[in-house]
């Protein structure tokens, strides 16, 4: 069973700046569209960013221009540049490989954002 570990989370001021990586153990890692998403307390998960196979990226509007989202498949690890960063970004960020409306792995831990002066 695939094994999905995040982590680089943090506390960091508005305007400031985090990268956030996810290691998953899934063989041929390189062939599976990774997304990151995130859970902000009461709200639903959202999908922020995801990357295809030949590292396409797609972001959702609300980080458009500020986060980049890239994938080291030697590594079997994908990364979140996140820039500019708002209140707003404060949230649980997980990711997962999504297929249609479902996700294929099990969520891990995910890793903890605050955005706070």
């Known amino acids: 069973q695939v094994q999905v570990v995040e982590s680089g989370g943090g506390s960091v001021p508005p305007g400031g700046s985090l990268t956030i990586s996810c290691a998953a153990s899934a063989i041929h890692f390189k062939i599976y569209r990774i997304a990151w998403y995130r859970q902000a307390p009461g709200q639903e998960r959202e999908l922020v960013a995801q990357?295809?196979?030949?590292?396409?990226?797609e972001y959702a509007d609300s980080v458009k221009g500020r986060f980049t989202i890239s994938r080291d498949n030697a590594r079997n690890t994908v990364y979140l540049q996140m820039n500019s960063l708002k209140p707003e970004d404060t949230a649980d960020y997980y990711c997962?490989?999504?297929?249609?409306?479902?996700?294929?792995?099990?969520w891990g831990q995910g890793t903890q954002v605050t955005v706070s002066s």
């Open positions: 997962n490989s999504p297929y249609g409306s479902i996700t294929v792995w099990p």
């Open positions: 990357i295809s196979s030949d590292e396409v990226p």
